[in-house]
């Protein structure tokens, strides 16, 4: 009989897991892909207007500068990676306050630990920047908005990709470990 609970209590540990994965996964998920939506409609334009050969090069030069930068070396080397190790954390010594929050947790919008202020602070950053490159974005002309769009859905796009990658990656090897 006691066997039988504690093969259960692994089966929940396991299934809770996943629910943890889920949620700081998807959460993260939706919003960028919500952005990478709600930029279509704007990207489509560069279908109807007349482009030269100057609007084609900056096009080709900006998408592969957003892939390559912050697709690859931002989201998937760095901010991908640092995403499943605080998965991993909050999966290993989950709190009500980390598995609520995990999505926030996950991408650094709020501290893991007192330790973690300073990497907070670096997050508070980007976003911040982030922000105001969205703002600064919005005030370019058509032909140039949509150019640089097309870019920046590439590079969220990948961004996707590398978090449920690396975060996949930490829950197989949670699960195999448990």
């Given at each position: ?30 919003l960028l892909l919500r952005s990478i939506v709600t930029m ?80 907070w602070l670096r997050s508070l950053l980007v976003v911040a ?48 470990r448990s």
């Open positions: 009989m006691l066997q039988n609970r504690g093969e259960n209590r692994h089966k929940r540990s396991g299934w809770f897991n996943l629910l943890i994965t889920a949620w700081a996964v998807g959460g993260v998920s939706v279509v409609p704007v990207a489509l334009l560069l279908r109807v207007l007349p482009l030269n050969a100057v609007h084609y090069a900056a096009l080709a030069v900006s998408f592969a500068f957003m892939i390559w930068f912050e697709g690859y070396v931002a989201f998937h080397k760095r901010f991908a990676p640092r995403f499943a190790s605080r998965l991993e954390h909050i999966i290993r010594s989950p709190s009500p306050y980390r598995v609520t929050l995990a999505p926030l947790v996950c991408t650094g919008l709020l501290p893991l630990s007192a330790s973690d202020i300073r990497n920047g982030v922000v105001l490159l969205i703002v600064g974005s919005k005030m370019l002309p058509v032909p140039w908005r949509p150019i640089i769009l097309v870019g920046v859905m590439g590079a969220l796009s990948i961004g996707v990709a590398s978090i449920m990658w690396h975060s996949t990656l930490v829950y197989r090897a949670i699960s195999r």
